[in-house]
Nanobody, 125 residues
Framework: VQLQASGGGLVQAGGSLRLSCAAS????????MGWFRRAPGKEREFVAA????????RYADSVKGRFTISRDNAKNTVYLQMNSLKPEDTAVYYC???????????????????WGQGTLVTVSS
């Protein structure tokens, strides 16, 4: 199983980026998928997640209203649209898959078993 994250880069504050995470090796169409991030010198934290069952989404308070998570099951891919980016959004962003079948995606990183390699997002002020 591999998760390939892409779409990171350097952007000015107020700008937008769209991250993608493509899964290969198996289909995760029934699993919740999430995005996490680790800023320099900080612990990894939850950003957003989406379930397949019910299509529910959850967001960290810090990104609500600015970030949108979505998925394309036909492509086995999850996306994170990031708008109105702030310097504090600078981090390595990781996608992950929760192997359990849940209708409400979890914010707990320890519930996610499969992880991508991360993509760096840098927001300049």
């Amino acid at each position: 199983v591999q998760l390939q994250a892409s779409g990171g880069g350097l952007v000015q504050a107020g700008g937008s980026l769209r991250l993608s995470c493509a899964a290969s090796g198996r289909t995760f169409s029934r699993n919740a998928m999430g995005w996490f991030r680790r800023a320099p010198g900080k612990e990894r934290e939850f950003v957003a997640a989406i379930s397949m069952i019910g299509g529910r989404t959850r967001y960290a308070d810090s990104v609500k209203g600015r970030f949108t998570i979505s998925r394309d099951n036909a492509k086995n891919t999850v996306y994170l649209q990031m708008n109105s980016l702030k310097p504090e959004d600078t981090a390595v962003y990781y996608c992950a898959v929760d192997p359990s079948l849940v209708s409400v995606p979890t914010m707990n990183q320890y519930d996610y078993a499969y992880w991508g390699q991360g993509t760096l997002v840098t927001v300049s002020s």
